[in-house]
Nanobody, 120 residues
Framework: QVQPVESGGGLVQAGGSLTLSCAASQTMYAIIAMGWYRQAPGKQRELVASVNRGGGTDYADSVKGRATVSFGSGRTSVYLQMNSLKPEDTGTYYC??????????????WGQGTQVTVSS
């Protein structure tokens, strides 16, 4: 079982910034894409941002202009930099890794989640 490991969540004042980090398992053979979903109470889980191995990125409309997703060195980790945080950014953020664990087996793997709370 592959489980990415997230870090960087916490309590932030509205207007502040936060960087989330996610490390893929050392057992990954190759990574296709990595990114972040979030879920707030009473809301559906939604994609926040993702980056694929070709460098392409995707962002939720609600965070465009305020978020930057990027691979770390070696493309075995991913970061989410968020600025101008709003209370509606509050939620549990889940990292995912899409990739191969062997030369032929691939799937999507999820982290345990990290809480982000933005106070008014």
């Amino acid at each position: 079982q592959v489980q990415p490991v997230e870090s960087g969540g916490g309590l932030v004042q509205a207007g502040g910034s936060l960087t989330l980090s996610c490390a893929a398992s050392q057992t990954m053979y190759a990574i296709i894409a990595m990114g972040w979903y979030r879920q707030a109470p009473g809301k559906q889980r939604e994609l926040v941002a993702s980056v694929n191995r070709g460098g392409g990125t995707d962002y939720a409309d609600s965070v465009k202009g305020r978020a930057t997703v990027s691979f770390g060195s070696g493309r075995t980790s991913v970061y989410l930099q968020m600025n101008s945080l709003k209370p509606e950014d509050t939620g549990t953020y889940y990292c995912y890794v899409q990739g191969y664990t062997t030369p032929t087996d691939h799937d999507v793997y999820w982290g345990q989640g990290t809480q982000v709370t933005v106070s008014s």
